[in-house]
């Protein structure tokens, strides 16, 4: 069972690149998520999409962009890579949380450096 | 503005005694709430969840606790083991958005 695979598992980008971060599910989930992971830091909401077509800012959008074709793919943009968004960068996907499914599932992660 | 807050960024607890593990939360509009482990170079995994409904949740080791007066979980992992070192986030869900804390790292020590 794939679950949440992510592409690719490592990066090095020089500022100003751009490049995007390719997340796809096979669950049928509705809800996708990323986020991103600084060292010693918690799991910070980029965007998220309840459904193809939809997508909404989570809590630090900035310099990041989404979209929403299809309901198993969410591919994050990045336009112009800064040293600050050096990163590890998770999907995940869902059910609506709390309607008697319980989980989010995450992908293994991409490990992002802006040189 | 952390909605989800995690104070102890690290614990340390000996074999078989308890790990407590807590979370604190601001935003009133929270609904579910889930504990998820992370082991280094992994995507988090889920452990377990609770609705805004109910005050306990547990399954086999892990209960979760929620208070929602005081805005309040916590997870007690009974007995600890050496392979339940990692670090756990708190997560909040509402409004289809799901928050993440800090994370508390874990240490279980024989």
């Known amino acids: 069972n794939a679950g949440v695979t992510q592409t690719p598992k490592f990066r090095i980008l020089k500022i100003g690149q751009s490049m995007t971060l390719q997340c796809t599910q096979d669950m049928n989930h509705n809800y996708m998520y990323w986020y991103r992971q600084d060292p010693g830091m918690g799991l910070k909401l980029i965007y998220y999409?309840?459904?193809?077509?939809?997508?909404d800012k989570g809590e630090v959008p900035n310099g990041y962009n989404v979209s929403r074709s299809t309901t198993e793919d969410f591919p994050l943009r990045l336009e112009l890579a800064a040293p600050s968004q050096t990163s590890v960068y998770f999907c995940a996907s869902s059910y609506p949380i709390g309607t008697g499914n319980t989980e989010a599932f995450f992908g293994q992660g991409t490990r992002l450096t802006v040189v | 503005d952390q909605q989800v807050k995690q104070n102890s960024p690290s614990l340390s607890v000996q074999e078989g005694r308890i790990s407590i593990l807590n979370c604190d939360y601001t935003n009133s509009m929270f609904d579910y709430f889930l504990w998820y482990k992370k082991y280094p170079a992994e995507g988090p995994t889920f452990l377990i969840s609770?609705?805004?409904?109910?005050d306990k949740n547990e399954d086999g080791r892990f209960t979760v606790f929620l208070n929602k007066s005081a805005k309040h979980l916590s997870l007690h992992i009974v007995p600890s083991q050496p392979g339940d070192s990692a670090v756990y986030f708190c997560?909040?869900?509402?409004?289809?958005?799901?928050?993440f804390g800090t994370g508390t790292r874990l240490q279980v020590f024989p």
């Open positions: 997560a909040a869900s509402g409004a289809d958005k799901l928050i």
């Open positions: 609770i609705s805004s409904i109910k």
């Open positions: 999409s309840v459904g193809a077509g939809i997508t």
